[in-house]
């Protein structure tokens, strides 16, 4: 009788994850494209062998594991610290609290066009004031140097919150007998932080990064109005390269190809942090 009830979220479940998965899996072995309707070659491997040969995929490649590390320990740090400020209650702390995860609910393309428009070297707030104190070049978006920085940016601005959040919720619930014992044997904040607080929350905070480094790895909307993975490429992270191969050259059985290397790729990461946080070395 159970298995009536679980078999509506399984045939969900098997429609919109597991069967594009597959598919996606056996495109990637094709020489499927997206306007052709002739019939598909079994290419074997050869789409894959190309990967590591194609320079603009290992490019991407290089950008996507740069951007997550520079925006994810970025956003842990920050998140790390405002939630260490907000455990002692001070007035308006509650209503600051909720307003401090409005970036976080704000959708993606949403976030992409505001800094895009603000980063406008002649009437953006960001860009004018750039301009005017001759920090960076007048256009950060145009300019290969500083676009990547400015999707940095962008992204720690809307995920710190995330960070924040998740982090906070570990901390207050620490019991708050461990911080009083400590503090009884003379320990320093310093000391009571480096051992008492952040061992009791590693879990929490392996949690947050999981879930912040499988979110990175499919950036796509933000960047996409943002820069459109330019200028020079400057900003072609992987899953735009993915898409560019899939929807723009038309080459579906490559572009599944990519998408399956990035599907392997996260479900590495995935399994290392559940593995390593099993086994204790992180928890």
């Not at 009536?4 to 056996?26: Q, R």
């Not at 290089?62 to 998140?79: D, S």
């Not at 607080?197 to 990175?216: N, S």
């Not at 900003?235 to 599907?263: D, K, N, Q």
């Amino acid at each position: 009788m159970h298995l009536f009830f679980v078999l509506p979220a399984t045939v969900v479940v098997m429609a919109v994850s597991i069967f594009p998965a597959i598919y996606a899996v056996y495109l990637s072995f094709t020489n499927r494209r997206l306007m052709w309707l002739g019939t598909m070659k079994f290419l074997g491997l050869e789409n894959y062998s190309r990967m590591f040969n194609d320079s603009l995929f290992l490019h991407s490649l290089r950008l996507q594991f740069t951007f997550m590390a520079l925006a994810i320990p970025i956003e842990l740090i920050i998140g790390f610290l405002v939630a260490l400020l907000f455990l002692k209650d001070f007035p308006l702390s509650r209503l600051l609290r909720s307003l401090l995860m409005l970036p976080v609910y704000v959708l993606p393309v949403v976030s992409g066009l505001t800094w895009r428009l603000m980063l406008q070297p002649e009437y953006g707030m960001l860009g004018k004031l750039f301009k005017q104190i001759s920090l960076g070049p007048a256009a950060w978006l145009a300019d290969v140097r500083f676009a990547f920085v400015a999707v940095v940016l962008q992204d720690v601005w809307r995920m710190w919150p995330f960070m924040f959040m998740v982090l906070y919720a570990g901390l207050t619930s620490i019991p708050n007998e461990y911080l009083e014992a400590a503090q009884l044997d003379g320990a320093t904040p310093f000391q009571r932080l480096f051992w008492v607080i952040i061992p009791l929350i590693k879990p929490v905070i392996v949690t947050a990064l999981l879930l912040r480094l499988i979110d990175a790895l499919r950036i796509f909307s933000e960047v996409y109005v943002m820069t459109y993975g330019g200028p020079s490429n400057a900003t072609m992270l992987l899953p735009l390269y993915i898409h560019r191969r899939a929807f723009e050259f038309g080459e579906i059985g490559y572009g599944s190809a990519l998408g399956v290397f990035l599907m392997i790729v996260s479900l590495l990461i995935t399994y290392q942090l559940i593995k390593r946080s099993m086994r204790g070395e992180l928890a």
